[in-house]
């Protein structure tokens, strides 16, 4: 798993331990893959980082500290998902890049 604290400070741990963690602590865990499918289920529907950020923003206006956790495979540039019958590579675009590693 990938875990982002609030897409910042990328960390490619199996873990969090929050005795040895700087910062805040968090206050709110977003399950990232279904915030990126929210509304995806078209034909070309896919894994949306703009959804999670979005996510992200509206809970730290709410004076929250969230932490986002996605599947391993989501943290690289490009990566299979499922779309009807067929599997497609999704390529992150430099946005979108900026986002997961924000």
Same mark, same amino acid.
């Given at each position: 798993?990938?875990? *982002? ?8 741990? %199996? #873990?969090?331990?929050? #005795?040895?963690?700087? +910062? ?53 540039? #490009?990566?299979?998902?499922? %779309? +009807? *019958?067929? +599997?497609?590579?999704?390529?992150? #675009? $430099? ?5 997961? $590693?924000?």
């Amino acid at each position: 798993m990938l875990f *982002f604290s609030a897409l910042r400070n990328c960390r490619r741990d %199996t #873990s969090i331990n929050e #005795s040895t963690r700087t +910062g805040e602590p968090f206050t709110a865990i977003v399950d990232g893959a279904n915030a990126a499918y929210y509304m995806q289920n078209f034909d070309q529907g896919s894994f949306n980082f703009y959804q999670i950020q979005f996510v992200v923003d509206a809970l730290i206006k709410m004076k929250e500290n969230p932490l986002v956790v996605l599947p391993y495979k989501y943290g690289f540039d #490009s990566f299979k998902i499922n %779309t +009807g *019958f067929a +599997g497609e590579l999704q390529r992150l #675009s $430099d946005e979108e890049r900026n986002i997961r $590693d924000r």
